[in-house]
Every structure is written in structure tokens, then in C-alpha cells.
Nanobody, 118 residues
């Protein structure tokens, strides 16, 4: 089984920073696209950032220039450095691992709460 486990959420004031980490077991990490999603109350889950095995990176427009995604294939981890946080960044953040070869598993962590106060 695939187990993404997030850590690093919490409460921070607007303008502050947080770093989220996700450790994944049960997969061949280098063949997975790793991503961070978030879901705010009453809203759909949305992609925040993703990084491919070759480290091609995409960000949501709302976080460009403030968030940085990175991966460590040796440690099976993916991180999200979040700077200049805004109240609208408040959400549950989920780690996602998507395999690029069979069995094409798409796995989610349990989520970690990020709350940004104004």
C-alpha cells in the first residue's frame, strides 16, 4: 500500500511562512509525479503545485512566486515551502503521489491543516 504522510501544518499570521513535508512509503518514488493540493471549506480541492520525476514544476497562479515545491528521491519526500502566506491560503493541504507506470496508482495523504490569520 502507498502511504503519503504529511507534516508541518499549523497556524501562522499573514505574511509568515510554513514548510510542509510529505514522506511516502510503498512506492518507487522516482516514477511518481508528486503534488500538493488544498481544499478550503466549501470549495473544491485544487492543485497547488506539482513536480515530475524530471523536476518539471507547475504552480497554481495564486501561489506563484510565494510557494516552492521540491523533492528528494533518496528520502522519498516532497516538500512545499510557503512564504508570504495570505488568509486565502487557509485550507487542508494534501500530498498526492501519482504513478507514471502500471499499476498507475493515485494516492492521497490524510491532509494537514494550514490556517493563516489576518
Amino acid at each position: 500500500q502507498v502511504h503519503p504522510v504529511e507534516s508541518g501544518g499549523g497556524l501562522v499570521q499573514a505574511g509568515g511562512s510554513l514548510r510542509l513535508s510529505c514522506a511516502v512509503s510503498g512506492i518507487i518514488f522516482p516514477i511518481n509525479v508528486m503534488a500538493w493540493y488544498r481544499q478550503a471549506p466549501g470549495k473544491q480541492r485544487e492543485l497547488v503545485a506539482q513536480i515530475t520525476p524530471s523536476e518539471v514544476i507547475d504552480y497554481a497562479d495564486s501561489v506563484k512566486g510565494r510557494f516552492t515545491i521540491s523533492r528528494d528521491n533518496a528520502k522519498n519526500t516532497v516538500s512545499l515551502q510557503m512564504n508570504s502566506l495570505k488568509p486565502e491560503d487557509t485550507a487542508v493541504y494534501y500530498c498526492n503521489a501519482r504513478e507514471l507506470i502500471s499499476p498507475w496508482r493515485n494516492s492521497w495523504g490524510q491532509g494537514t491543516q494550514v490556517t493563516v490569520s489576518s
